[in-house]
C-alpha cells in the first residue's frame, strides 16, 4: 500500500493564478480531508468528504474548492492564489470518525 | 480560550529521562483523542489514540482525565529518536473535523 500521497511536493505560484493539489488513497477509506499547516497554528481544516459525491466545508475554505468523484481521490483546488494562502497543505484519511488519520507527505506552496 | 492548548516548549531532557505533556481541550463533548509526532518537515504520524481507562504503548503512556479536560503524553527512557513535536488533536465527533494543538517540542541530547 502506498498509503496517502500527494502531488507536487513544492509548488511556487504567482497571485492570481490556479492549480489543483492532488491527493489519492489506496486504503479504502471514506474519509478524506485537507489541512493547512502554519507557523504558530494548529493543522486547520479547509475542506472534507465523508465519501465519493460528499463534501463539505471546514475551518478555513475560502478560495478553495473541493470534489470527491471517487473514494481514493480527493484533489483541493486554489481558485486565485493569494500571498495569504501560503502555506504547507497536508491531505489525510481515515476509515471512520473516531479513528486517527493517515496523512500524505504534504505539499508546500508558496505564492508571490 | 482555545479548543486544544499545549505548552509550546521546547522541552529540553537528557537520553533516559522521564518526561510528560499536557494537553487542555475546552469542548466537554468531545469525544476522541489522539497524539500524533511530527518530525521537522514531515506529515503528522499517529502515535497512539487515548482511551478513557488510560492505555499504555511500550514506554509511551497516555491518560484522559474528562473532568479537568485534559489528556497527558508520558514517555519514559526517552532516545535521541523521541525528538520531535507531539501535536494533540481531538475529535468532537462532527464529521470529520479534529481540532489540533499547535505541538510541544521535544529534544533529547545526549
Known amino acids: 500500500n502506498a498509503g496517502v500521497t500527494q502531488t507536487p511536493k513544492f509548488q511556487v505560484l504567482k497571485t492570481g493564478q490556479s492549480m489543483t493539489l492532488q491527493c489519492a488513497q489506496d486504503?479504502?477509506?471514506?474519509?478524506m480531508s485537507w489541512y493547512r499547516q502554519d507557523p504558530g497554528m494548529g493543522l486547520r481544516l479547509i475542506h472534507y468528504?465523508?465519501?465519493?459525491?460528499?463534501?463539505d466545508q471546514g475551518e478555513v475554505p475560502n478560495g478553495y474548492n473541493v470534489s470527491r468523484s471517487t473514494t481514493e481521490d480527493f484533489p483541493l483546488r486554489l481558485l486565485s492564489a493569494a500571498p495569504s494562502q501560503t502555506s504547507v497543505y497536508f491531505c489525510?484519511?481515515?476509515?471512520?470518525?473516531?479513528?486517527?488519520?493517515?496523512f500524505g507527505p504534504g505539499t508546500r506552496l508558496t505564492v508571490l | 480560550r482555545k479548543e486544544v492548548e499545549q505548552d509550546p516548549g521546547p522541552f529540553n531532557v537528557p537520553e533516559g529521562a522521564t518526561v510528560a505533556f499536557n494537553c487542555t481541550y475546552s469542548?466537554?463533548?468531545?469525544?476522541?483523542f489522539f497524539w500524533y509526532r511530527q518530525d521537522c518537515r514531515k506529515e503528522p504520524k499517529l502515535l497512539m489514540s487515548?482511551?478513557?481507562s488510560g492505555n499504555e504503548d511500550g514506554r509511551f503512556t497516555a491518560q484522559l482525565n474528562r473532568a479537568s479536560q485534559y489528556i497527558s503524553l508520558l514517555i519514559r527512557d526517552s532516545k535521541l529518536s523521541d525528538s520531535a513535536t507531539y501535536l494533540c488533536?481531538?475529535?468532537?465527533?462532527?464529521?470529520?473535523?479534529?481540532?489540533f494543538g499547535t505541538g510541544t517540542r521535544l529534544q533529547v541530547t545526549l
Open positions: 469542548n466537554s463533548a468531545s469525544q476522541s
Open positions: 486504503m479504502n477509506h471514506e474519509y
Open positions: 488533536v481531538i475529535n468532537t465527533g462532527t464529521a470529520s473535523k479534529l481540532t
Open positions: 489525510a484519511s481515515s476509515y471512520s470518525l473516531r479513528e486517527g488519520k493517515f
Open positions: 487515548v482511551y478513557s
Open positions: 468528504s465523508v465519501g465519493a459525491g460528499i463534501t
